[in-house]
């Protein structure tokens, strides 16, 4: 038992390697704020993409059903690889297919392996949220899209103006449990070299053997997900409430 | 029969089929430049799909239906849609409001994005329909503040807002309880005495013995009996639409 206290919850361990820990999370909470809403926008495109109408644009709601299919379907670690394994490969000298500049980037001063980190998060949970969306665009009754066009309005001008803004309200908790899922997912990125919050643990625990920066990182993380899930059970039961309401009203 | 020169709408042997169901099935039906047309029927016999051929929200499958004496099914389906949408206005069953803009930006949307009124002008217009439907201290509410009687007296301004030449109207009083039908039937009976064509589907057989100036039966598809209120509500040629009456006024 006390040995189980002094390998986990070495608070002076804790508070040695802190600012190693706190550098890690650091680059965890970039990864999660950047990835995440690039993942939210692409989402939206491709799920504005897949409700394009007419028979004339059934290939490129193919193409995207087939790329959420894809996405959806193989694990972020694999996507990761391939992306950072083609990126850097395919700008090598001896091939120069891409120019360095994007097989290598190294944009805003962050190292490469976080832009592939935020690329593969982006391609993948950009294949989630697109769903996502795509459920609350679906939602929206059939008659909002008819009375926008009936006032002469395109399609585009009424996805714009009065289906999408009703589906976003409906599925922010949806979407913001993705991103808890995407924070998470972060973690990840450390296999192709990004020393962010649970490699940073890792490198206290060999270093040390005592694991108690990787509790530290738990904590750091619960720290940002139980307020977020608890802002999702908020916003579910408000929508709750107003549903009910407007059962209530009469027509 | 005014000449065809004087028809404001025209229908010609329109047929419209879901997959197996043949809803419409040569539709002829001529509506005259300021005149109200009703339409009744029982559920089921094509009258909202008819309505919805109009506007283009169903194309028809055969055909011809000329606006303003210009053919917009067929070869001139391409750029109908436009001309329709911009002379035909139409108001729903379920009013289908836009539920996260006010009642002043229902009226307001359109205008601006379709019409590229500059705010002021949107405005000004919007409040002036507002007030022309008796909503003048209701603009800024939203949908779900107002009875259903409102809603869909902001459904009409909405539509008028387009500056329509002809108005469909798509059983608006059937979701209403019964103390509200009469405040959207007076503005609709208001804007016929100031001359807007119009063509109303609807079980009022009230509003359509007092304003109409036609009435067109309709069951399983076809137009059965077509003629002045008296003739067909009163003098029934026409089997089914005796049967019919009989049990609409039966009640």
């Not at chain 1, 009375?147 to 908790?173: C, D, E, K, W, Y």
């Not at chain 1, 192709?192 to 108690?212: C, H, K, P, T, Y």
Request: glycine share 10%; proline share 5%; charged share 20%.
């Amino acid at each position: 038992m006390d040995f189980i206290i002094e390998y986990y919850f070495d608070f002076g361990l804790m508070f040695d390697e802190f600012d190693r820990v706190i550098d890690g999370f650091w680059f965890t909470i970039k990864l999660s704020v950047l990835g995440g809403v690039l993942s939210l926008l692409w989402g939206l495109v491709l799920a504005v993409l897949r409700q394009l109408p007419g028979r004339a644009l059934a290939p490129v709601r193919g193409l995207v059903i087939a790329y959420i299919d894809v996405f959806r379907g193989i694990p972020l670690l694999l996507v990761l690889f391939i992306v950072s394994g083609a990126l850097s490969a395919f700008s090598a000298p001896s091939q120069q297919i891409i120019p360095r500049e994007i097989g290598i980037p190294e944009w805003f001063g962050q190292s490469a392996p976080f832009w592939y980190g935020i690329i593969s998060l982006t391609i993948t949970y950009g294949a989630y949220m697109a769903e996502v969306y795509r459920a609350g665009i679906e939602a929206v009754p059939r008659g909002q899209m008819e009375a926008a066009r009936s006032l002469g309005m395109s399609h585009g001008q009424s996805m714009r103006h009065v289906v999408v803004p009703q589906a976003v309200r409906t599925v922010i908790p949806p979407l913001l449990n993705d991103f808890i899922a995407l924070m998470k997912d972060t973690s990840l990125v450390s296999v192709i070299g990004l020393i962010e919050v649970v490699q940073a643990g890792r490198d206290v625990q060999s270093e040390f053997f005592n694991g108690s920066a990787l509790v530290l990182g738990a904590l750091l993380f619960l720290a940002v997900t139980i307020p977020l899930a608890r802002l999702v059970d908020r916003l579910i039961s408000g929508q709750q409430a107003r549903f009910q309401r407007a059962q209530a009203s009469p027509a | 029969m005014s000449p065809s020169g004087e028809a404001m709408l025209e229908l010609q042997g329109v047929h419209k089929r879901f997959g197996e169901l043949h809803v419409l099935r040569g539709i002829d039906l001529e509506v005259p430049r300021g005149s109200v047309v009703c339409v009744i029927g029982p559920s089921g016999s094509g009258k909202s799909t008819l309505l919805r051929c109009v506007n283009l929200l169903e194309p028809p499958d055969e055909g011809r239906i000329l606006l303003e004496g210009k053919e917009i099914t067929g070869e001139g389906l391409r750029d109908g849609v436009n001309f329709v949408r911009r002379r035909v206005g139409m108001v729903f069953q379920e009013f289908n409001l836009f539920p996260h803009r006010t009642a002043h930006d229902n009226v307001a949307l359109a205008q601006q994005k379709v019409l590229d009124r500059g705010g002021t002008e949107a405005r000004d217009k919007a409040r002036g329909l507002m007030e022309r439907v008796g909503l003048a201290d209701k603009v800024d509410e939203y949908p779900d503040r107002l009875s259903g009687g409102q809603q869909q007296r902001v459904a009409i301004a909405r539509a008028l807002a387009m500056d329509p030449h002809v108005m469909l109207f798509d059983e608006v009083t059937s979701a209403l309880d019964p103390e509200l039908i009469k405040e959207v039937l007076d503005v609709m009976r208001q804007l016929a005495e100031e001359g807007m064509t119009m063509v109303v589907v609807t079980h009022e057989m009230g509003f359509a013995r007092d304003v109409g100036d036609r009435v067109a039966f309709m069951d399983d598809g076809i137009v059965l009996e077509q003629g002045t209120p008296r003739e067909v509500l009163d003098e029934p040629k026409n089997e089914r639409t005796k049967r019919f009456l009989g049990l609409v006024l039966e009640r």
